[in-house]
């Protein structure tokens, strides 16, 4: 055997012939920077072609692309990318064509973050005048005539100010208990989704309508869900039947309106009498696609503001038309986070409250006619603004001979952790990550040292939870992934029981109240509706 034969098979030998011990070939430093080089390339590529479209060259590494927005008068780049980074990658930028230069060549108006939202940029010479009319501007929004501060939050003065106590790991594993043995109590708690009537016609208005664009981020699943609630609403009395669609106008508030689409799927079954409540601002709106024929009397409000602070009552008194006052209301929403469902609870009860006229008409208490709400997010739900502690303090919180709030609290802020384990993905399920592939065989040196972590990570557990996250990372620890699955989701149904609850108590005598599933968990794991009927 020669020398190189015997350098290649020596345990050197594999480094020196360039290749790793697993017979792959390493990376050298001269390919890595061709590599480097073939990447540079590429993006100046991108941005000299998007400069010659005149569209936005900012490059966005992970679609392998340029931006393809419209570029500005006066930048290379759109109004969105625009920032002094980018002003001053463009100075050193040029073309063939010169069209950089033509664009440097105009007058430099210079952008800034926006003093009221960092989100976006302004142009330094018109920040006074974009502070009076930015969306983000809270004294904007309190200008509006049906701004009423904290007039949907729930004001349990009883509830104190939310300050928590840490729970003990025993008290947790009791709360787990209860919740687990309230969910095997009930049969509607696993039932199948609920089937509703769904008109063929009003599925193809609304696929119609989330093609019609290619920029608006819908798809198949979400008009699913919005037709699925608006048919349940029907199926309640919220929405006229088949063949009544032009006697009344059926008014209904979309709380945490967003775009609107399920108010537009509520204009599909019939509704002519429509507001919708949201505090920011969007593109795209579901406006567009609604009383379009110039046989339509349809009434439409947008009102601008925190589900916590607008005045539903007044807005439907002042800004709709004589003629629907005399009709009840139906409040709905889809996928309301956390507190927000608790706020549009609570506008629900403050028109079941109001007064309705002697001439009001449809079943219903004072001016509300039902309830349909698509709860979500249930992690972001407060102890003291959630309508149904009642239910959790008779149900699900551990006994004690001395309840407090800040104990009440502690436990709220673990339950409500609890439940986001139905969504996280880490069981591989609803549309999570997938389990990780099966870990490869280790020398027996490895598998000592990570034992002797694993032992040293035993060894640092606290016996006494300090924090909350202390006191979950330990529970976490006890169960395994689908387990927690199972935990989470039924976390998620004791809030919405406790919340139906709440609703059958408070919305006035015949009030019927139903958590059902509208549609399949494959369509969305959020998928419990909250149903009031009368």
Not at 417 to 425: E, H, L, P, Y
Not at 452 to 464: H, K, M, P, S
Request: charged share 25%; net charge neutral; glycine share 8%.
């Amino acid at each position: 055997m020669d020398a190189a034969a015997g350098d290649a098979l020596s345990p050197g030998g594999a480094a020196r012939c360039g290749k790793s011990r697993g017979g792959h070939r390493r990376r050298s430093p001269d390919d890595a920077r061709r590599v480097e080089e073939d990447a540079r390339r590429r993006r100046e590529a991108c941005i000299r072609a998007a400069v010659d479209a005149n569209t936005c060259a900012f490059y966005l590494p992970h679609k392998n692309r340029c931006c393809r927005l419209a570029a500005t008068s006066d930048s290379q780049y759109c109004g969105a990318h625009q920032s002094p980074e980018n002003d001053k990658h463009e100075q050193g930028t040029s073309n063939s064509h010169g069209q950089v230069a033509e664009r440097q060549s105009k007058q430099k108006r210079r952008r800034v973050p926006c003093p009221l939202d960092p989100s976006h940029t302004i142009y330094e010479d018109e920040v006074q005048k974009h502070v009076l009319v930015c969306p983000s501007n809270k004294h904007r929004q309190e200008a509006q005539p049906w701004y009423r501060q904290g007039i949907n939050r729930l004001g349990d003065a009883s509830k104190g100010s939310g300050e928590h106590q840490v729970p003990t790991l025993d008290d947790v594993r009791v709360m787990l208990r209860n919740v687990e043995a309230c969910f095997a109590a009930d049969t509607s708690a696993s039932a199948a989704p609920t089937e509703v009537d769904v008109p063929p016609e009003a599925g193809r208005i609304l696929s119609t309508t989330s093609t019609s664009s290619q920029n608006e981020p819908t798809d198949a699943r979400m008009d699913a869900q919005r037709l699925a609630i608006a048919s349940h609403m029907r199926q309640a009395g919220m929405l006229p039947p088949p063949g009544e669609m032009a006697e009344r106008c059926y008014p209904c508030v979309e709380v945490g309106a967003g775009r609107g689409y399920l108010a537009h799927a509520c204009y599909v079954l019939g509704s002519r009498a429509l507001v919708l409540v949201e505090r920011r601002a969007y593109r795209f709106k579901a406006e567009r696609f609604m009383g379009k024929q110039e046989t339509e009397n349809i009434s439409l409000v947008r009102a601008r503001g925190d589900a916590a602070d607008v005045d539903i009552g007044f807005v439907l008194k002042t800004q709709l038309p004589p003629s629907t006052q005399g009709e009840r209301v139906a409040v709905c929403g889809k996928h309301l986070c956390g507190v927000a469902t608790d706020h549009a609870l609570v506008a629900a009860s403050r028109l079941a409250e109001t007064e309705a006229p002697k001439s009001a008409v449809g079943v219903g208490v004072g001016r509300l006619s039902g309830v349909a709400i698509a709860t979500c997010c249930h992690h972001a739900c407060s102890y003291d603004e959630f309508v149904g502690v009642g239910y959790l303090r008779e149900k699900i919180f551990p006994p004690t001979h001395m309840n407090s709030v800040a104990r009440e609290c502690g436990l709220f802020e673990c339950l409500k952790r609890i439940s986001s384990w139905a969504v996280d993905g880490s069981s591989g399920q609803h549309g999570g990550a997938p389990q990780p592939p099966t870990p490869p065989i280790l020398p027996a040196k490895r598998v000592a040292e990570e034992e002797a972590e694993a032992e040293a990570e035993c060894n640092l557990r606290v016996t006494t939870p300090s924090t909350i996250t202390d006191v979950l990372r330990e529970i976490s620890r006890e169960l395994a992934p689908a387990r927690r699955l199972e935990l989470g989701t039924m976390i998620k149904w004791v809030l919405d029981e406790a919340r139906r609850r709440w609703c059958e108590a408070t919305l006035g005598n015949g009030a019927h109240a139903n958590v059902v599933k509208y549609v399949s968990s494959e369509v969305s794991p959020e998928n419990r509706l909250l149903l009031v009927k009368y």
